[in-house]
């Protein structure tokens, strides 16, 4: 029997620490639905270059494969704006949705975090948890995360770069970052990280 846990929010808000600390604790299954849309931006800056042409954006997210998600280019800054840029075409979210709806169908249950997961792709998810934090703090712990993999950056462009995010993500026609109305909302602003994961599991234990 399938067990859905959507978990939405801004960049850098705590997520996808809260997610797979979630799906060891209950044994699901995560998927870190931002991957896909890393993966289309990765390589439609490799194949098409700064222009980001629709036509072959959208060509280019049909491809989309388990195995990519593996790929360890994905987590630059450069790729992340790609990838925001990509998710504001329709029909590049709409070629990603069965990948993402087939994996939520998984026996044990699983648990996706994204931006829509809540409101687009699983609207029926049993438990639907909206994670935020101030553009502040989340710029300062993507500044330390690309400042450990070795990427030269400064805390105001990744600042700069988490704002812009949230904005294209925010404002754009289909399926913007939104909490669900169902959604119950985590600010991790303020909370350690076993303190976010503690609450995220007391408010899926409740659900159970
Ligand atoms: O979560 P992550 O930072 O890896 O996501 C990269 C980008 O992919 C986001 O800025 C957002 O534009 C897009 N995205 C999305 N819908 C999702 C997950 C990510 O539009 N479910």
Do not use: W
Not at 23 to 39: E, N, P
Not at 125 to 149: G, I, M, N, W, Y
């Amino acid at each position: 029997m399938s067990f859905i846990v959507a978990i939405d929010g801004p960049a850098a808000a705590g997520k996808g620490t809260v997610s797979k600390a979630v799906a060891a604790h209950f044994g699901f299954a995560h998927l870190d639905t931002g991957l896909l849309y890393r993966v289309v931006g990765r390589a439609a800056l490799a194949k098409i270059g700064p222009s980001l042409d629709p036509e072959r954006v959208i060509a280019l997210s049909t491809e989309v494969s388990a195995d990519d998600l593996d790929r360890n280019d994905l987590r630059t800054a450069a790729v992340a704006q790609a990838a925001s840029k990509v998710a504001a075409i329709p029909e590049v979210r709409e070629n990603l949705v069965t990948f993402q709806r087939d994996f939520a169908q998984r026996a044990g249950g699983a648990v996706l975090d994204g931006r829509d997961i809540g409101t687009v792709i699983c609207p029926d998810a049993d438990v639907k948890l909206f994670v935020t934090a101030s553009a502040e703090r989340r710029a300062e712990r993507r500044f330390k995360e690309l400042e450990q993999r070795g990427e030269d950056t400064s805390y105001d462009t990744v600042l700069a770069d988490v704002i812009a995010r949230d904005k294209r993500d925010s404002e754009r026609d289909v399926a913007p970052l939104i909490a669900a109305a169902d959604a119950i909302l985590l600010d991790t602003s303020d909370l350690s990280i076993d303190e976010a994961v503690a609450q995220a599991i007391a408010a899926i234990h409740a659900k159970r």
